[in-house]
């Protein structure tokens, strides 16, 4: 009977203990981590950065290093302070004045999938922290999500990640952004990343957005980058720089430079909207084997080339845009193309391509599409081989105040297409070229720029000025 009693009184005080030692802790909603490279203070087992607990008096010293960081965080989400479905991280980077060449896992922060939010930046908006991966042996930062679905790692308003004022260098062919999650679009699992002023040099993966599973939706991923640099890449990888699935896509005053790629675009986006506007840069980028700088597959909306200035690059095609019967954009797309300019280009010929042209659309039959073409300004730019300058499939084309330099030997190849041409002007040696599809200009001293001598290259073709037909073989 007295050993019933002890072993009661017991597991009483433990219960009481344990109730106690809850209640001494504290769930909270974010955390916030400090990094000092330059640190000289000590410390074990990732114990930096600050607090997990808002009860916890200790004063922590800042985490030496992205690895620590990481780690600090997974402590949080581990520890059973966190917020299920509601938490936020910030990683501030101080004292960047001493940014030591960390390399190997030092530059890498991890898998920061249990966050709802992932912020990095630099305390100061006047610089840049440089994290070098030199020796990284896997991503910078990763959402990936576990194999065993669990309702308790959504968010009640999605993911977002944000990397602002970083400069990344020598991540070779690492990506520096990976996320691997969910896309079946819901607010719970919608997510956003933000690029703001980042910049990369001598890194050949940047992003790349891979859904879990097989199936995703247009919206469930945003992307934006605004004000980035992306310098010196030279890829041999199939992953192209910047790899989307499922993404809306925004890039905004941004650059790209001085960059060789060998087996991919630079930029790929597949199921989502696509937007490059507010003055891209495009300088001393060579792409061979036939690439485009951009390539899309079933993107829909609108969606904008704004703003767009090439010079001193090697390249065969600027856009390669596709649609498919299966997978194609779930509303009408308009492509708007305006303020493009080339200068000192050098546009090579494809002959694998089988629309070998600088700009191309293909949609199946019956899209509904339209493409929007306004102020494009061409100069000192080699064409090489029987190249056009636009190919058209299966869609609607409006040129407005638009010129096809004649250093482009085509200006048009049109497959079941309506084009409709005001105060534009094709001086290509062969204006048009394709089967099935009619012309329509607005007025005679445009039309009069045509080579009318080889419009026998379309094939089924009707040539009106102001809804006259001046040529029918249609």
Request: proline share 4%.
């Amino acid at each position: 009977m007295k050993t019933s009693f002890l072993l009661i009184s017991f597991f009483a005080i433990s219960l009481l203990m344990c109730i106690q030692n809850v209640a001494s802790q504290t769930l909270s909603t974010a955390i916030t981590l400090i990094v000092d490279f330059g640190s000289s203070t000590p410390y074990v087992n990732s114990e930096c950065g600050g607090i997990l607990d808002s009860s916890d008096t200790t004063i922590y010293p800042p985490c030496k290093s992205f690895k620590d960081a990481g780690n600090r965080a997974r402590q949080y989400l581990n520890s059973g302070l966190a917020i299920p479905n509601s938490n936020y991280l910030t990683i501030s980077v101080i004292n960047t004045a001493i940014t030591a060449n960390i390399g190997g896992e030092s530059a890498q922060l991890g898998n920061l999938f249990g966050f709802c939010t992932v912020d990095i930046l630099i305390a100061t908006t006047t610089s840049r922290a440089i994290v070098d991966g030199a020796l990284s042996t896997s991503h910078f930062v990763s959402l990936q999500e576990p194999n065993v679905p669990n309702t308790s790692y959504q968010c009640s308003s999605g993911k977002t990640l944000r990397i602002r004022n970083i400069e990344f260098k020598n991540w070779g062919n690492q990506t520096i952004v990976y996320t691997n999650l969910n896309q079946v679009f819901n607010i719970l699992t919608k997510q956003s990343i933000y690029f703001t002023t980042v910049y990369t040099w001598f890194s050949n993966s940047i992003i790349n957005v891979q859904p879990k599973g097989t199936n995703f939706e247009y919206g469930s991923v945003f992307f934006q980058c605004s004000g980035g640099y992306f310098n010196n890449i030279d890829s041999s990888l199939t992953l192209p720089p910047f790899n989307f699935n499922g993404v809306n896509v925004a890039i905004i005053g941004s650059r790209f430079l001085n960059s060789t790629l060998n087996s991919s675009p630079f930029i790929y986006s597949n199921i989502g909207f696509f937007n490059l506007k507010a003055t891209i840069y495009i300088d001393g980028v060579i792409i061979h084997n036939g690439h485009p700088f951009v390539k899309t597959l079933n993107v829909g909306d609108n969606f904008y080339y704004a703003g767009v200035i090439i010079s001193n690059c090697v390249f065969s095609k600027f856009l390669q845009h596709e649609n498919n019967q299966i997978n194609a954009p779930r509303e009408s797309a308009i492509n708007h193309i305006s303020l493009f300019q080339l200068s000192n280009n050098i546009i090579t010929s494809n002959n694998d391509d089988p629309t070998n042209s600088f700009f191309s659309f293909q949609n199946y039959q019956d899209a509904a599409y339209t493409l929007a073409i306004s102020t494009v300004n061409s100069e000192n730019v080699q064409v090489f081989g029987n190249k056009s300058f636009i190919y058209n499939q299966n869609g609607n084309t409006s040129l407005y105040g638009f010129e096809i330099p004649n250093t482009f030997p085509i200006g048009l190849i049109t497959r079941n297409s309506s084009n409709n041409l005001l105060d534009s002007s094709v001086f290509s040696d062969i204006p048009f070229a394709g089967i099935n599809s009619i012309f329509e200009f607005n007025s005679i001293p445009f039309y009069s720029t045509l080579n009318t001598t080889n419009f026998n290259y379309c094939e089924s073709c009707r040539i009106s000025i102001d809804g006259q037909v001046v040529y029918d073989n249609y």
